[in-house]
């Protein structure tokens, strides 16, 4: 029997509505460290448009109250909250105000991270590495342990941190950044294990080169770009729109059975042997 015209039409938008609630966050709320910039404003970005409310943090006030402006020109809702969280005051008080800006964090996006070494890890100073291990492995400790466990008594929430390849292979120059973001992914699975019965699903993304200012160094020169595009089998570093679907997929209900899990989103450059 033939399907009738107004039939076919039918079946299709129903196809097209499944597939818009597999990624909808309308009622959700999402905190995104980092979020004024390059992954962290894309994910904002992204998230916002499925639905969800954002908290924009980050250290510059200006830069966190630009993009809550941007998701508020596209329809959105978005509060700014900078906060340096390397402190742990600061880490108390934006818990305190995410929460409160909107009633309930349903989503942690875990973007924020420092590095301000780049060379041997035997040679690293301690200020260095303190700076490291305090705002990329302890700030997400001390987050979580505020905001999972609200998430823990509705039975509803995700976390997601943003580690790196360099977390997962040995890295020329990276090796104490590699450090802390393996730590991140060891932290996601224990949060996983813990707190998978109390449906809160915990993952990372961890991303190869992005055209970031974070990573400006190590793309900025067209000479080493080149290099490293070669070495990539898609022949091209990301952008920061490529991580944020990524991001959107583990947030929304289209993710709800994976948790535990290390993400990798590298252009393929870990298949192949490179060094980051």
């Not at 992204?46 to 200006?62: C, M, P």
């Not at 390849?165 to 224990?190: F, P």
């Not at 080493?224 to 679907?245: K, S, W």
Request: proline share 4%; charged share 25%; with cysteine.
């Amino acid at each position: 029997m033939k399907i009738k015209l107004g039939e076919n039409a039918l079946r299709n938008k129903k196809i097209r509505d499944m597939t818009m609630d597999c990624f909808e966050l309308r009622g959700k709320t999402a905190l995104i460290t980092g979020g004024s910039r390059g992954i962290g404003r894309a994910i904002a970005l992204r998230l916002s448009e499925a639905g969800a409310n954002v908290i924009v943090n980050g250290r510059n006030a200006e830069a966190c109250a630009a993009v809550a402006e941007e998701i508020a020109q596209k329809g959105g809702q978005a509060v700014p909250l900078p906060f340096n969280i390397s402190k742990m005051e600061d880490i108390t008080e934006l818990a305190r105000q995410s929460m409160a800006a909107f009633g309930k964090i349903d989503i942690f996006v875990g973007n924020a991270a420092a590095n301000p070494y780049h060379g041997p890890v035997l040679d690293v100073g301690m200020d260095a590495f303190d700076k490291i291990v305090s705002t990329n492995i302890k700030a997400n400790l001390l987050l979580c342990r505020k905001l999972v466990p609200p998430m823990a008594e509705r039975r509803d929430g995700v976390v997601i941190f943003i580690t790196s390849v360099a977390g997962i292979q040995a890295s020329d120059g990276l090796g104490i950044y590699g450090m802390s973001k393996a730590a991140e992914a060891s932290l996601a699975r224990n949060l996983a294990a813990e707190h998978g019965p109390d449906n809160v699903r915990v993952n990372c993304i961890a991303p190869g080169l992005i055209r970031t200012d974070f990573a400006r160094s190590l793309w900025e020169d067209p000479e080493r770009l080149a290099e490293t595009e070669r070495a990539y089998p898609l022949r091209r570093i990301g952008e920061p729109d490529e991580i944020a679907g990524t991001a959107l997929w583990l947030a929304s209900p289209a993710g709800a059975f994976v948790t535990g899990q290390v993400i990798v989103v590298d252009g393929g450059v870990s298949i192949v042997g490179k060094r980051v």
